[in-house]
């Protein structure tokens, strides 16, 4: 049986087909708009055998409705899942993505302890990617580049701005681009073990995951900070996907799925309409999601009125 993961993060859409337990397809896209990249994404997929449709990250609402998906959760259950089910003596979780950081603490396959970063980019890959823009260096060439470092710079790191502002500085005085490149990598990772992992151990076995534990200067640089050996899954960016398409899996038990159907989704138009309702003192403002004289979805709502 087939089970399709979503995970709708505000950088990138990934996309996970779990197939008896197995990875059978994966899809990354940056996120142009949720209707246009979800589309893509689905007809990027070489099968239509679809049991089951979950959808995770912090767009799951709106891509609910627009795929008719089967379960919805949260990014952290569905990335613990997925890390769970590959490390099941995991202790701790690192997770950077493009626009927000967790820390997960597990014990014997159970979340003990988490805690998220939504508030600032400046510990994310989005201030890896807008330096490695301003220095002309391809994003994907940052790790090994950074670890020809011969000597330390030390650099701002709790302020995505601030370290930009520093990494100029750092460049007129014509230090080496590796240099530079190390001193981010440290900057970022001692802000996330300042904001997320005060006051808290971090055991062993430690999962770093996440497209940014793609970058080999990274996971040295929290080796160094932890003094211990870091694990990156093969799929560090596809956990999310993954950890709901499994969690779908199981949730359906073989019932008949919701899904409208690749080619219902793709053939159909889809318009958005704003909002705000004046029900009460929330004011909340609604998002709909119409195809033709059709109401897909509302998300928005914070009382819940509009759920279902």
Do not use: W
């Not at 670890?147 to 750092?170: H, M, T, W, Y």
């Not at 802000?191 to 997320?196: E, H, K, R, S």
């Not at 403002?285 to 709502?301: A, M, N, P, V």
Request: glycine share 12%.
């Amino acid at each position: 049986m087939s089970y399709l993961g979503i995970d709708c993060g505000s950088v990138s859409i990934k996309f996970a087909l779990v197939t008896d337990g197995r990875l059978q397809e994966k899809i990354y896209l940056k996120n142009h708009g949720l209707i246009q990249t979800v589309k893509k994404g689905l007809g990027m997929l070489r099968t239509d055998g679809i049991r089951g449709v979950g959808v995770t990250g912090s767009g799951k609402e709106f891509v609910k409705s627009l795929v008719s998906a089967d379960y919805i959760d949260s990014e952290i259950i569905s990335h613990l899942t997925a890390t769970v089910n590959r490390y099941p003596d995991v202790r701790t979780v690192l997770d950077i993505g493009g626009e927000d950081s967790k820390l997960m603490l597990v014990k014997d396959g159970a979340l003990t302890c988490f805690q998220m970063n939504r508030d600032c980019g400046g510990g994310t890959g989005a201030m890896i990617e807008a330096i490695a823009n301003r220095l002309e260096v391809r994003l994907e060439d940052v790790g090994e580049m950074a670890l020809g470092s011969r000597n330390a710079v030390d650099l701002p790191g709790k302020c995505g701005i601030f370290c930009q502002s520093a990494v100029v500085s750092e460049l007129n005085k014509g230090r080496p681009i590796p240099d530079i490149l190390m001193g981010v990598c440290r900057a970022l990772v001692a802000n996330f073990l300042a904001v997320l992992a005060k006051g808290k151990i971090l055991a062993g076995p430690i999962v770093f995951q996440g497209a940014t534990a793609q970058n080999a200067a990274l996971v040295r640089c929290f080796e160094e900070a932890l003094n211990s050996p870091i694990l990156v899954p093969q799929d560090c960016s596809f956990m999310g996907a993954i950890g709901i398409a499994e969690l779908t899996g199981e949730v359906m038990g073989g019932s008949p799925t919701s899904f409208r159907g690749i080619e219902t989704i793709l053939k159909n138009d889809h318009l958005t309409e704003i909002s705000r309702c004046a029900d009460c003192e929330n004011r909340c403002e609604l998002l709909y999601l119409r195809s033709g004289d059709d109401t897909l979805g509302i998300s928005g709502s914070r009382c819940g009125k509009y759920n279902n």
